[in-house]
């Protein structure tokens, strides 16, 4: 940004922020036409910790609500993927960029070190039928076809072992942690209004079906668990869940059998180490916040110090998105990076304080876009890792006072800089899809971080704070799209934005509108502004007079149907008329001297995100 934008940007804030009120348009959300599949599962492990070998059995009990019959299942076999010559391994061997942590460590993978779950047998209400696996994904033909509304039961057994871990889930851990146990069982794929989703794991997001997780797993004695689920035996196996004062049972041939219960998920993950402290902390509205990690002096203060910051964290969702709807989250030192799961997340734990807290907002404010509302991030990863990022970086600019005037800087510049420099895939991308992991990363965390924030410059602070809230209530449990986010926006603000998602999600359009020209006429000033980029846009324009006064002039983009709030009520504002995007040029009239005038620039609040900023503004010149 040049240095007279900066300028007019602090002469903008220096009165007050953002100020508007919102319109009242909420009607009542029809969700009549929704359905979505539910599954229950029990499963009952045996792990061998020595060899990381378990046994496995699972019942499945599945209720088909779509109105279609079901002549076939998949499953998800994720461990699948850490063998020599899987997708995951030749995709992260092929790619131009390859992920440092995976490279071509899948290759080297010796038989005892690889990653498989073996599906022994499969039933079908107690018949058996025929299944196939096919890399990642086991292919089911169903013996009778599953009929809309009817509830059929799958038992399976099956044996797996744990690879050593090389992206998320694992065991030994760089860490030392010994088992990160995410996506490591048979996993049924979703069924939605768009088919099957058996997507193959290659390297990235996830997607599942909601439904109750009765999970009991039988390990060593001396390790502590943690991850999804209530703890439905805390006293007989101890490790810091027990009630106060009372001693753990006896183990059985030197093992515990850990029961837990899971209502409402769509995943079910754990964590288990020999030598994990354990503390326990009360969070918001009653919750218990677990956070597990290495008995290791280095790391001890970060990880007492993230506690209550990690309240903070909670409470601050809570008030900007709603409330967290279990009454449990755990914050476990596992995994490879960080990565959220149903009722906890999988972090590294050796980090200086500040990435520590970092990591744990993204992948707590995960709780809310990934697990509650739970999009379908192969599709979407953008929704889920924009909006996850927008709300982190707002939270901890709260919660570690950083005092930021612009929270998503960094976000815009990365997507401005790969719109302008790289070969930019559209937002709608599949996640597997990207010709680049930059282009992957920069995609859905930056752009989709300016998805969101670019919002708020188009339909103002407070339709996009009221909007949250409402999709929050209304999508909650329900697999929402990216078009739902966006009706939502609708039904808050009143304007119409389909062509937003469009533009911005679906083509790779950029936002370039300029100053073309001023001049003045008998005492007037006349501008013209040209669209230079594809994409729509409505403009805020401002100017700053000599006597250090200040107007604002709003031109409605024809489309939208509506004009927006007053972004700086403390500014004078003139809505012009629209604007509509066919027409390149628009000029306009102000009531004033060109000599009285400064500076004029178009959207000071940076939150439009034209990837050519430096003909948004016009100095005029000094006598
Ligand atoms: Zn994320």
């Known amino acids: 940004m040049s240095n007279l934008f900066t300028l007019l940007f602090f002469i903008l804030f220096s009165v007050s922020g953002f100020s508007q009120p919102y319109h009242n348009y909420l009607e009542n959300i029809n969700t009549d036409y929704y359905w979505q599949q539910h599954a229950d599962y029990k499963m009952e492990i045996d792990m061998d910790v020595k060899t990381y070998q378990y046994q496995g059995k699972q019942e499945l009990i599945y209720t088909n609500n779509s109105p279609d019959t079901l002549y076939r299942v998949f499953y998800h076999l994720h461990f699948n ?33 690889t990653g498989y779950i073996n599906v ?23 013996n009778q076809p599953i009929i809309p509304k009817e509830k059929v039961t799958f038992t399976m057994d099956f044996n797996a072992q744990v690879p050593l871990q090389i992206r998320r889930s694992g065991r030994n ?22 088919g099957w989703h058996a997507d193959p794991y290659i390297a990235r997001e996830f997607y599942g079906v909601w439904g109750n997780f009765d999970v009991k797993i039988t390990i060593d004695s001396n390790y502590t668990l943690g ?7 805390p006293n007989s196996v101890g490790h810091g869940y027990q009630d106060t004062g ?66 903070e964290l909670f409470d601050y969702f809570n008030r900007h998105i709603g409330n967290y709807p279990y009454r449990q989250y755990s914050v476990i030192q596992g995994g490879d990076g960080g990565m959220e799961y149903g009722m906890c997340t999988l972090i590294t734990g050796k980090r200086s304080f500040n990435s520590l807290i970092g990591t744990t907002a993204h992948e707590v404010a995960h709780s809310w876009f990934q697990f509650i509302l739970a999009t379908n991030e192969s599709k979407h990863s953008w929704f889920d890792e924009g909006f996850t990022v927008y709300m982190s970086n707002l939270a901890l600019n709260e919660v570690m006072n950083q005092n930021k005037d612009f929270v998503h800087q960094n976000s815009y510049e990365s997507y401005i800089n790969m719109a302008v420099n790289e070969e930019e895939q559209p937002l709608s991308t599949h996640a597997d899809r990207f010709k680049k992991n930059s282009l992957f990363g920069t995609a859905s965390y930056s752009k989709g971080e300016v ?27 329900k697999h929402p799209t990216p078009n739902d986010f966006i009706r939502t926006a609708e039904k808050v603000s009143g304007m119409q934005l389909g062509w937003y998602l469009t533009d911005f999600t679906q083509t790779t359009n950029t936002i370039d509108y300029a100053i073309k020209n001023v001049e003045e006429k008998e005492g ?22 000599k006597d250090e006064t200040l107007a604002s002039y709003h031109i409605p983009l024809r489309m939208m149907h509506e004009i927006k709030e007053n972004t700086y009520p403390h500014i004078p504002r003139t809505v012009l008329n ?46």
């Open 451 to 477: 998805f969101a924030a670019q919002l708020e410059y188009i339909m103002g602070r407070e339709n996009m704070a009221k909007t949250l809230k409402r999709f929050y209530r209304d999508f909650a449990f």
């Open 173 to 194: 851990s760089s860490e030392g942690v010994a088992l990160s146990m995410a996506q490591w069982y048979p996993k049924l794929a979703e069924y939605d209004f768009e």
């Open 120 to 142: 022994n047998s499969l039933k079908q209400n107690g018949v058996a039928v025929s299944h196939k696996t096919v890399g990642t994904i086991l292919e089911v033909t169903l």
């Open 524 to 545: 007037k000033t006349f501008v013209t502004l040209e669209r230079k980029g594809l994409m729509p846009m409505p403009v805020d324009f401002y100017v700053a007079f």
């Open 227 to 233: 991850g999804t689920g209530y703890l439905q035996n």
């Open 246 to 311: 009372v001693k753990p049972a006896k183990p059985v041939k030197g093992k515990y059998t850990w029961h837990f219960y899971a209502p409402d998920v769509h995943d079910f993950t754990w964590a288990a180490d020999d030598n994990y402290l354990h503390d326990k902390i009360e969070g918001p509205n009653g919750m218990t916040l677990h956070f597990l990690y290495k008995n290791d002096p280095e790391i001890l203060e970060n990880w007492k110090n993230l506690q209550p910051k990690t309240v």
């Open 578 to 623: 629209d604007w509509a995007w066919a027409y390149r040029e628009y000029t306009f009239e102000m009531d004033a001297a060109l000599k009285d005038i400064k500076i004029m620039a178009i959207d000071a609040s940076q939150y439009m995100a034209d990837v050519n900023p430096e003909d948004n503004i016009f100095e005029v010149n000094r006598e």
């Open 81 to 113: 993927a850490f063998q020599p010559g899987s997708e995951m391994d030749i995709q992260s061997r092929t790619v131009v960029d390859p992920d440092r942590r995976i490279g071509d460590r899948i290759s080297k993978l010796q038989p005892h070190e």
